[in-house]
């Protein structure tokens, strides 16, 4: 949100008032309602600091108060509201339903807001643009698939498959990540405990030397001291900076795509993010082409779901290219995420007049190699796992033992 001032002439008065929009149109369309007169100018201003300070307030405050809905509740919400607008009851009626026979208290209390606003005339979708943290992307993208091919209960129900899908791989993760995790733990634990505990008894033998000790020695005297007289010095700058980060990456759109930026340069994660994106991208744009909507209305639905602003930016000078006429498998060409046989697929399925099946196999294919990467991420992360142990090992090994050597090598007058 950006701040903008409004001059408004009232009563032979010019009167300027301050809010919130996300752009020049939308900061229009609220002076006209909001406020009483006429309408000279309105213009993006510099936000008062006292404004700033409380606007930063109310986002941690909001950010802390998120409602998180379990993934489960809402798959089984998103089938019942399918079967039952599948019978003809009423959109408002079938969230009212849901929300009622629910056990997450946050769901209900999201889908009573939807029933809200849907009775007020906005409709599913726009009201669901509210609670984007809550649904998710992918959620609202759907929702607008079935509002603009009037086959809402279809889209729910290719929905609700969808976010069963996306589960079962979340599931898949964790399971993959559990041994890893476990060891990784193990060896903090151990590590600590010999930092703690272990290296002080060495430090008072190796003070007694007044040698210059290795590097590897005062590295770990370095550690101890830091473990041992900051301790929860370091672990509170250590939360303080998670919170931090999240706040910024959260709030800050800038900060937002550097960190997306880092994420698609780092050893596996950038693959998992890629092939997932890809695939829910191809997906979703394969549903609204069968469903007969144009292309490059169909980009933007499909775009605006995607996560990751640097394959979403990339993506979305494919729509300006289509726009400007070129083919669609010339504007995915131009993005280099997609390989040489992928385009070839697509250009074949447009010359074919079959574009819709043929991005469906292409989120078949964009599914496999995801799979195909969470089933194999625990022989992927042994290497990096082992590394990790061995160098911690090797660290205590000559931090410990280098001194001792020399101490002995000393004693026999070497």
């Known amino acids: 949100m950006d701040y903008f001032q409004a001059t ?3 009563k032979g008065k010019k009167q300027i008032f301050g809010f919130y929009a996300r752009d020049r149109k939308e900061a229009t369309d ?3 309602i909001k406020y009483s007169g006429l309408l000279i100018k309105v213009e993006e201003s510099t936000e008062p600091l006292e404004l700033k300070f409380k606007r930063i307030k109310n986002e941690l405050l ?27 009851i009423s959109i ?45 992307n992918l959620t609202i993208a759907m929702v607008k698939l079935g509002e603009k091919t009037g ?16 589960r079962a791989n979340v599931i898949k993760f964790k399971k993959a990540m559990a041994y890893p995790r476990n060891v990784m733990i193990a060896m903090a634990v151990a590590f600590t405990v010999l930092i703690s505990y272990v290296v002080p008894q060495f430090k008072a ?63 596996l994660i950038k693959n998992i993010i890629k092939y997932a994106t890809l695939n829910r991208f191809t997906l979703v744009f394969s549903e609204l082409v069968r469903a007969g909507i144009p292309i ?12 990751n602003l640097p394959l979403k930016s990339k993506l979305k000078q494919v729509r300006i290219s289509v726009e400007k006429g070129a083919m669609l498998n010339d504007g ?71 001194p001792m050597w020399d101490m002995g090598n000393a004693v026999q007058g070497r």
Request: hydrophobic residues 50%; proline residues 2%; glycine residues 4%.
């Open 92 to 136: 408002h009626d079938s969230i009212s339903e849901v929300a009622v026979s629910t056990a997450d208290q946050n769901l209900a209390y999201v889908l009573e807001k939807l029933a809200d606003d849907i009775n007020a005339g906005n409709s599913l979708s726009k009201a669901m643009e509210n609670f984007r943290f809550e649904l998710g």
């Open 62 to 88: 909001q950010n802390v108060k998120k409602r998180k809905v379990k993934p489960d509740a809402l798959i089984a919400a998103i089938r019942q509201m399918a079967v039952m607008t599948n019978a003809g």
């Open 296 to 307: 490059a209305e169909a980009l933007d639905t499909s775009i605006d779901m995607i996560d």
């Open 332 to 402: 995915l060409a131009e993005t280099k995420l997609f390989e040489s046989m992928i385009i070839q697929m697509v250009k074949a399925g447009e010359d074919g007049g079959a574009l819709d099946k043929m991005m469906q196999k292409v989120a078949d294919y964009y599914k496999m190699r995801f799979d195909a990467i969470i089933d194999n991420l625990s022989s992927a992360i042994e290497p990096i796992m082992l590394l990790m142990i061995a160098s911690m090992v090797i660290l205590l090994a000559l931090g410990i033992f280098m």
């Open 151 to 166: 086959n809402l209960d279809e889209a729910l129900n290719s929905l609700a498959d969808m976010l069963e899908e996306i």
């Open 205 to 267: 033998i190796f003070e007694e030397l007044n040698a210059e000790l290795p590097l590897p020695t005062q590295i770990l005297l370095t550690l101890e001291h830091l473990f041992n007289n900051y301790g929860p010095y370091v672990l509170a700058i250590l939360i303080l900076t998670f919170f931090t980060l999240n706040y910024l990456i959260n709030n800050y759109k800038h900060i937002r795509y550097g960190w997306h930026e880092l994420l698609l340069k780092t050893y």
């Open 30 to 32: 609220i002076a006209k």
């Open 8 to 10: 408004m002439l009232t």
